[in-house]
């Protein structure tokens, strides 16, 4: 098995040609079926495009779940000059490992995607954004456009339609705030990586100036296999608000980590004991983080009932994100844990609003002096406050997101907390 | 018609113009909200998370700097929920401040310290060490202390979108970020690069030339406008123990917006020159030759160097048997006289009979535009009433650096008046061959032995009084330093020496019956009332236009 981990529960559609070499070449990709969307969504028209991928109730799969078509249908009515579509590869959210598979694996998946987006809301030019350390990735995919524009698939004029839409990939420099849609954009067009007040919104004034639509790579992945097969065909997956599959990223204390493309409204212990294998032998489970790490985490009780899908998560107190499920056993310790994020979160704040730049590092600073034993009660006071300044504060939700797991590592993990703090007090009394 | 919007903002309405930011409302009626990143001359990247609002409907509070009003919009600025995000957003800012406001030359004037005291926790709750970033030298005047920033980035958006002169950046990010220079030189011989310490909120950008020179408390803050060239930027003299202790712009959106450039800055020294005319002095030394300076100088020292009655007596009395007998009249002006001292000059040799009156002007061949407000110009002429001379129909004479032109009175037999020019480069004996010669000034001139009469003036720190700009814009000044020893403005001089010339008793007894006189008495100024000019002044007749305008 040329890939890790498979599991027969999995409804590969969008992680089909995963493990298989060949389907990176546009050969082997046109032999699974590849660009046959493409020619059929060219012949429709943009509004009939939209309108598919709106009855398939495709939601964004960058994190925030937002419903594609909508997302689509606000850009321009009328086109007054140049458009773009934005695909959002700079993966950076700890535990996440998705998009980077995609890239690798199905390139042309992507681009056929793209183009297709980019008829939809008439963007003259499709700039895909990867995180910089893809190194393997962006290599692979700039291959692949470049197979595609020599096979007319981009380009000018493209299958005859009259349509002409290009494609750039650009390799980003390391920062996870680019993930951020404008701070994406920002760092495209050669500033600094950081995220602009909205409004206006991307669809109005995005990248260079112009409106611009931004989707996750695994949004447009999906698109298509909605548009060969159609929307009511990939609400067959799923749940009625949450329709299709979605790859999840598994990671920590299982046997079998990894990713795994499922139905949403996929139930998280059956994620966790049947696909995953279970926790590694003699452990309990301890706590979940459903979405990577900006999303609250759940303790063991809350994962009992959860569904992974938008809505179910959100019932069991945490969201779904990015679907980077991160499973943590009784071996851990969740002070440690939530340090090393908010560890993350201050280096890579952007440092433009205060509440980030001052909060971050000062709630990491706390939790590094509870962690070595020398803090108090009171510190648990104040990185509760200090979250709450911190949050829906500032211009982009990255101060939000490190607050989260603090906030509710302290409300559902507190005795971690205060046993790291009456130790320090034991040994400083000795 | 500007279409408007009524809102409400605690509890009040207002009405202001479509397009119209919360911030501004409110401070349009008198409602400051605190905050740093917003400067009302550069974009506002709403980044200080400071001026956060409640607005009733939207779901998390909203920064009023970048949000546009809407009718009927409900605003709170003093709710439970503005007011702890302002606790909280000051306590972030303190959590790696130094607190070293007793050494800092801010303090008295700092956004942190006074939004901190008005609504700053009491205590703060850090127990972690400070981040600690020193001190660097950014170039030109500007010193740069890190760890009082508060990384607004004022300085950053005026260097690119002002300047245009991009010499600043922020580097590194999260809290390690910082302001830096690109290269070594940093901002030095950026024109403009000045005004970063003015928007400066904090004492992170200090001027060099003012390091612990004043406490702020102790100045005293006079506007006026800057003599340093014709652009006629409105200013404040900050004045400490009657100096002068440096220039700082005034707004004034006509002229000069929120800026001013280096050089007119940093030209303030000669108003607190010393060696100055401190009682008026008849020329007991004429024509004998050997009385120097120094003579001049102790002379001063002496009570019976002359009262005004005295000297100003013997000058009308020499003055009427000169024209008796018909003697011609010439006049040298200066550049940095106020309109009401030309217009009293101008009214002085036109009463004896009408002369020319020259003026030589420090001039350059460099404009020095600001590219963010192109109307701000350091002009050619370094003189603030240069324009004013001309609309008085005198005539510029001399080079470039306001010497030679005056040898044709050399040998002048008849009446000659001297006014605020030390004619310094001009030999001793300049005058020698004139029948009168009454020499006004503030300094005592180092060269002249042959005046009449040494009558000490003021300068225009010491008094009120017009300018008119390059662009015919009269605007107005006022005292800031006390005048030294007996020293009187010019035109209430000339008008006393008139006045007894002519027997005629009608003296102005204050700069704005001066300047009547002059408006009444020149079509060009006709129509402007002193009073009416107020702060930002107002266009003569015949205003030149702008370029581009």
């Not at chain 1, 290009?166 to 920062?175: K, N, R, Y």
């Not at chain 1, 060969?228 to 046997?255: D, I």
């Not at chain 2, 001027?207 to 004043?214: E, M």
């Not at chain 2, 120097?292 to 000297?311: C, K, R, T």
């Amino acid at each position: 098995m040329a890939f890790p981990y498979e599991h027969e529960r999995e409804v590969r559609i969008l992680s089909r040609g995963w493990g298989d070499p060949s389907a990176r070449t546009l050969e082997g990709w046109k032999a699974l079926g590849g660009y046959k969307a493409l020619e059929k969504s060219l012949s429709m028209s943009r509004e009939a495009v939209i309108d598919e991928v709106k009855a398939s109730g495709l939601r964004g799969r960058g994190g925030a779940g937002f419903p594609t078509g909508l997302k689509w249908s606000f850009m321009p009515k009328e086109k007054t000059g140049l458009q773009y579509l934005c695909c959002n590869a700079d993966e950076s959210e700890p535990g996440t490992f998705k998009d980077r598979e995609l890239l690798r694996w199905s390139p042309h998946q992507l681009i056929e995607g793209c183009l297709i987006a980019a008829h939809a809301i008439q963007a003259d030019h499709v700039f895909i954004y990867c995180r910089g350390e893809f190194f393997e990735a962006v290599q692979v995919l700039a291959r692949a456009v470049e197979e595609a524009y020599a096979a007319g698939f981009i380009g000018e004029n493209i299958l005859g339609s009259g349509i002409s839409i290009d494609i750039t990939v650009h390799s980003g420099a390391g920062a996870y705030i680019c993930g951020e849609e404008t701070a994406l954009m920002n760092s495209l067009e050669g500033r600094r990586g950081l995220p602009r007040v909205k409004p206006p919104f991307p669809a109005a004034v995005g990248a260079f100036g112009r409106p611009t639509t931004i989707n996750n790579v695994e949004t447009l992945c999906a698109i298509p296999h909605i548009m060969t097969h159609g929307g009511a065909w990939y609400r067959e997956q799923g749940t009625e608000k949450s329709p299709g599959t979605k790859l999840f990223c598994v990671s920590g204390h299982v046997v079998r980590p990894g990713n795994y493309e499922l139905p949403l409204g996929f139930p998280l212990m059956e994620l966790i004991h049947d696909v995953c294998g279970g926790l590694r032998p003699g452990r309990t489970l301890k706590a979940v983080i459903p979405g990577g790490s900006s999303v609250p985490i759940m303790n063991a009780a809350e994962c009992e009932a959860c569904t992974l899908d938008y809505e179910g998560v959100v019932e069991a107190g945490s969201m779904l994100g990015c679907a980077s499920v991160i499973i943590m056993d009784d071996s851990t310790n969740l002070v440690k844990q939530v340090r090393r994020m908010v560890d993350f979160y201050a280096h890579e704040s952007c440092g433009q609003c205060t509440p980030c730049r001052e909060g971050t590092q000062w709630m990491a600073r706390i939790l590094r002096r509870i962690e070595e034993g020398r803090g108090t009660e009171e510190d648990l006071d104040t990185l509760l406050d200090l979250g709450d300044q911190m949050t829906g504060t500032t211009i982009c939700v990255l101060s939000d997101s490190a607050a989260a797991p603090v906030a509710s590592s302290i409300a559902k993990f507190r005795d971690d907390y205060l046993a790291l703090i009456r130790r320090g007090e034991r040994v400083g009394a000795a | 018609m500007v279409e408007t919007v009524t809102l409400t903002i605690d509890g009040l309405e207002v009405t202001v113009p479509k397009g119209t930011t919360i911030l501004q409302a409110a401070e349009a009626m008198g409602n400051r909200i605190p905050h740093y990143c917003y400067h009302p001359g550069l974009s506002a990247p709403a980044q200080c998370r400071l001026c956060l609002v409640e607005v009733e409907g939207a779901p998390k509070l909203q920064a009023s700097c970048v949000t546009t009003v809407t009718p009927g919009q409900v605003v709170h600025t003093q709710s439970e929920s503005a007011k702890t995000q302002r606790r909280g957003v000051l306590e972030f800012y303190l959590k790696n401040h130094p607190l070293d406001c007793p050494i800092c030359d801010q303090s008295g004037e700092c956004k942190l310290q006074d939004y901190v005291h008005e609504e700053g926790r009491p205590k703060g709750r850090s127990r972690e060490p400070k981040r600690v970033l020193g001190r660097d030298d950014f170039g030109g005047d500007v010193l740069f202390y890190g760890d009082r920033c508060v990384m607004c980035t004022r300085c950053v958006r005026f260097m690119n979108e002002q300047a245009q002169d991009p010499r600043l950046t922020v580097v590194e990010r999260g809290n390690r970020s910082v302001i830096d220079t690109f290269f070594e030189e940093g901002v030095e011989g950026s024109p403009y690069a000045g005004n970063i310490v003015d928007i400066c909120p904090v004492g992170a950008l200090v001027s060099k030339d003012f390091l612990h020179k004043a406490r702020a408390w102790d100045l005293d803050r006079i506007p006026s406008i800057c003599p340093n060239c014709s652009q006629g930027c409105n200013i404040e003299l900050h004045v400490r123990d009657n100096l002068v202790q440096r220039l700082k712009p005034r707004d004034n959106p006509d002229v000069n917006q929120h800026w001013m450039c280096d050089y007119g800055r940093h030209r303030y020294e000669w108003m607190n020159r010393s060696g100055r005319l401190l009682l008026p002095k008849p020329g007991e030394g004429r024509h004998a030759g050997g009385n120097g300076a120094g003579d001049i100088a102790l002379a001063q020292s002496l009570p019976e160097a002359g009262s005004w009655e005295s000297v100003l007596g013997d000058l009308a009395d020499l003055l009427v048997d000169a024209r008796a007998e018909g003697a011609e009249v010439r006049a040298v002006a200066s550049p940095f006289a106020s309109n009401e001292d030309l217009g009293a000059l101008r009214r002085f040799v036109d009463a004896l009979g009408g002369g020319r009156i020259v003026f030589r002007s420090p001039r350059t061949d460099e404009e020095l535009p600001l590219p963010g407000f192109p109307k701000l110009v350091r002009r050619r002429d370094l003189a603030p009433n240069v324009r004013g001379a001309e609309l008085l129909q005198m005539s510029r004479v001399g080079s470039d650096d306001a010497t030679g032109g005056l040898d044709d009175l050399v040998g002048f037999e008849g009446i000659l008046v001297v006014m605020g020019d030390d004619l310094d480069d001009m030999a001793p004996d300049f005058g020698a061959a004139a029948r009168v010669f009454a020499f006004l000034g503030p300094q005592v001139p180092r060269q002249l032995q042959a005046v009449t009469c040494l009558l000490p003036t003021v300068t225009h720190a010491e008094t009120e009084g017009t300018f008119t700009n390059f662009e015919g814009r009269v605007q107005r000044f006022w005292p800031g330093l006390h005048t030294h020893g007996e020293a009187r403005p010019a035109w209430q001089v000339l008008d006393l020496v008139a006045a007894a010339v002519l027997g005629d008793g009608t003296v102005p007894e204050s700069a704005a019956e001066a300047f009547q006189r002059l408006a009444d008495d020149h079509a060009v100024f006709q129509g402007l009332r002193y009073e009416e000019l107020g702060t930002r002044g107002a266009l003569v007749n015949d205003p030149v236009p702008l370029p581009g305008a």
